[in-house]
Nanobody, 126 residues
């Protein structure tokens, strides 16, 4: 089974930065894509970034492009999400998720993903 564990969240002032981590284990085939999603209270879950792990191709939502950077360390089976600079609207629970390689839903669509981590809270203060 695929297991995903997020870490790195916290409370940071607007204008600061955070680096979230997603440590993955299990079948590599089932982790062809790793996505980062966020959900704020009263809001729908939003895909913010994804990476095709076999080739390192990255994808970003328009709302975060230029501030969010997704990357991976294959030796550690870890995917990172760097947020710099943080904005107040980034406050949310952040989740990573894993998907297989087959063509289908957008890589930023939550419905594509079969495995999810427990989430890590990001709080941005003014």
């Amino acid at each position: 089974q695929v297991q995903l564990v997020e870490s790195g969240g916290g409370s940071v002032q607007a204008g600061g930065s955070l680096r979230l981590s997603c440590a993955a284990s299990g079948d590599t085939y089932s982790r062809a894509y790793i996505g980062w999603f966020r959900q704020a209270p009263g809001k729908e879950r939003e895909g913010v970034a994804a990476i095709a792990t076999t080739v390192g191709r990255t994808f970003y939502a328009d709302s975060v492009k230029g501030r969010f950077t997704i990357s991976q360390d294959n030796a550690k089976n870890t995917v990172y999400l760097q947020i710099n600079p943080l904005k107040a609207e980034d406050t949310a629970m952040y989740y990573c998720a894993a998907s297989g390689p087959f063509y289908g839903l957008s890589v930023l669509s939550s419905g594509r993903y079969n495995h999810w981590g427990q989430g890590t809270q990001v709080t941005v203060s003014l």
